[in-house]
């Protein structure tokens, strides 16, 4: 079973800084099954970034993803009040057949 | 445009069952792969279940033998059918949609594109 460990868990800072969220997995991930979500409190989960670097439609070019087998990062890289909210990675194709990492949470300083 | 909205969800005693649906918009859920997602009080998110273009469905052994999905591809709309429900099935439920992804010439639906508001099932006595 692959585990995905998020890191941190909770960041504290301010608009404008620059953040890189880490995902790490207990097993290698392919790069093409490594997604990013953002996700706020009463809305529907958003997806960010796939195939580990992919923006997604409508996902602002500040938000770059990279990393391979292991390790992954989410870099926001100047941020907006609106992107205060849990960021999710999440795997696909190991058992299970998906699963999420437990989230950071970005909260304004 | 896409829209998913989910319907069904409520307050249920521990052994209950409920159903779950998924109405779409802006695409046939026929031939689509689609998915169910949850979120506990406090927790983050975990997959439940998946169906495939050709109806296979795979389960979280969370919910393995209790939880069947299904699809009408009359009215659109994806099912969850729960049942002997427990009180650690408390969750906002979502359904997404996987859309294929490809590369080396074959396809796979990594992610989730596109999700419902939710609706809340709560199972307590």
């Known amino acids: 079973e692959i585990v995905l460990t998020q890191s941190p868990g909770t960041l504290s800072l301010s608009p404008g800084e620059r953040v890189t969220l880490s995902c790490r997995a207990s097993?290698?991930?392919?790069?093409?099954?490594l997604a990013w979500y953002q996700h706020k409190y009463g809305q529907a989960p958003r997806l960010l970034i796939y195939a580990t670097s992919t923006r997604a439609t409508g996902t602002p070019d500040r938000f770059s993803g990279g990393g391979s087998g292991t390790d992954f990062t989410l870099t926001i890289s100047r941020l907006e009040p609106e992107d205060f909210a849990v960021y999710y990675c999440q795997q696909y194709g190991s058992s299970p057949l998906y699963s999420f990492g437990q989230g950071t949470k970005l909260e304004i300083k | 445009e896409v829209h998913l909205v989910e319907s069904g969800g409520g307050l249920i005693q521990p052994g209950g069952s409920l159903r779950l649906s998924c109405a779409a918009s802006g695409f046939s859920v026929s031939g689509e792969y689609m998915s169910w997602v949850r979120q506990a009080p406090g927790k983050g998110l975990e997959w439940v279940s998946v169906i495939y273009s050709g109806d296979n469905t795979y389960y979280a052994d969370s919910v393995k033998g209790r939880f069947t999905l299904s699809r009408d591809y009359s009215q659109n709309t994806l099912y969850l059918q729960m049942n002997s429900l427990r009180a650690e099935d408390t969750a906002v439920y979502y359904c997404a949609r996987n859309p294929l992804y490809y590369y080396d010439s074959s396809g796979y639906p990594p992610y989730f594109d596109s999700w419902g508001q939710g609706t809340l099932v709560t199972v307590s006595s």
């Open positions: 097993q290698r991930v392919s790069r093409h099954y």
